[in-house]
Structures are given as structure tokens and as C-alpha cells.
């Protein structure tokens, strides 16, 4: 099991950025894969961006796509998500999940067993 503890949310304007950072207990580099998740009010968890360390591969969902990077240190005790061009469509609670064993798409929620607390991102218009 590995720790997982979120910072950097708040409240911004539209079109504002935000930097994410998912610290972990350990390093990372062992897991599967490493993964941000939002989730608004009365919808589902949606996967927002994923990094896989085996091989360093990154996908996003369509909505973020040029707008966030997912990123990490050269420890791989850290996860970022840069967030730039903030829409209000973006407020939601972040988390970052890390999936140690590779079943289900990155996306799914169910693929990962461990989890942050989460941080709230809000922007407003």
C-alpha cells in the first residue's frame, strides 16, 4: 500500500492555472500506472490524465487535452498535474489514485487501489 497525499487546489478565474502535486510515501516507479481523477457534484469519477512508468506513456481525457500535464520528478515520489486555461467546467474534487495491478482501462476508477484524500479545484467565471 502507498500513501497518497494531494495539494495545490484552490480557487482561481477561468483561465487561471493550477499545479497539483500527489506526494507519495515511496516512490512510484513501481506501479503500474499513476493517475489523475475528478469528480463534480452528481457525476462520476472521471479519469483525467494517467502516466504510466514502465514506459512513460501519458493520455488524457479529450476535455484537458493541451490544457493539463501530467508530469513527475526524477524520484518518482511526486505526481503533478499542471492545469492551465481553467474552465469553470473543471471545479471538481482532484485525486490521484496509483494502480498496482495493470486490470481495467486507466480511466476506470476500479483499476486503482490506492488513493489520495483529494484537493478541490474551483474556478470560478
Known amino acids: 500500500q502507498v500513501q497518497l497525499v494531494e495539494s495545490g487546489g484552490g480557487s482561481v478565474q477561468a483561465g487561471g492555472s493550477l499545479r497539483l502535486s500527489c506526494a507519495a510515501s515511496?516512490?512510484?516507479?513501481?506501479?503500474?500506472?499513476v493517475a489523475w481523477f475528478r469528480q463534480a457534484p452528481g457525476k462520476e469519477r472521471e479519469g483525467v490524465a494517467v502516466?504510466?512508468?514502465?514506459?512513460?506513456?501519458?493520455f488524457y481525457v479529450d476535455s484537458v487535452k493541451g490544457r493539463f500535464t501530467i508530469s513527475r520528478d526524477n524520484a518518482w515520489t511526486t505526481v503533478y498535474l499542471q492545469m492551465n486555461s481553467l474552465k469553470p467546467e473543471d471545479t471538481a474534487m482532484y485525486y490521484c489514485?496509483?494502480?498496482?495491478?495493470?486490470?481495467?482501462?486507466?480511466?476506470?476508477?476500479?483499476?486503482?487501489?490506492?488513493w489520495g484524500q483529494g484537493t478541490q479545484v474551483t474556478v470560478s467565471s
Open positions: 502516466l504510466t512508468p514502465g514506459n512513460d506513456l501519458t
Open positions: 489514485a496509483a494502480d498496482r495491478r495493470s486490470s481495467g482501462y486507466w480511466y476506470e476508477p476500479r483499476a486503482y487501489n490506492d
Open positions: 515511496g516512490n512510484l516507479y513501481s506501479s503500474r500506472r
